[in-house]
């Protein structure tokens, strides 16, 4: 899924957390982190919003999150950065931080 700064706030009123992965097409290591957001998008389905964010499309969300460096995934609640994971981890790591917000 596809977030961008148009939908972001709809997807905010839905009252779930989110966990955005912030990315580029250029990133090497952006696109190796993809599968494992696929997978957790699948897992979390229905309870978590997970979904994407290109940073070169999306200046001011990444901005509004204080996006330095890609990837960087975003754990959000009510539309509030909670906690953040910058580079690749593990698929554990992730879980983690996803169950702490159920």
């Known amino acids: 899924m596809e977030i961008t700064e148009q939908n972001f706030e709809s ?3 839905e009252g779930k957390p989110m966990v ?3 990315w ?3 990133c090497g290591p952006c696109k190796r982190l993809a599968p494992v957001i696929e997978e957790l998008a ?3 389905a229905g309870k978590v919003i997970i979904g994407k964010c290109d940073i070169e499309e999306n200046p001011e969300l990444t901005e509004k ?3 330095m460096s890609v990837p960087t995934v975003a754990f959000i609640r009510n539309g509030e950065l909670i906690d ?3 580079g ?3 698929k554990p ?3 983690q931080k996803i169950n702490s917000m159920l």
Do not use: L, R
């Open 24 to 26: 580029a097409t250029w």
């Open 93 to 95: 790591v992730y879980e």
């Open 65 to 67: 999150f204080g996006i």
């Open 20 to 22: 955005i992965d912030f």
């Open 11 to 13: 997807m905010v009123a």
């Open 88 to 90: 690749v981890a593990g």
């Open 42 to 44: 699948a897992q979390y």
């Open 84 to 86: 953040s994971q910058v």
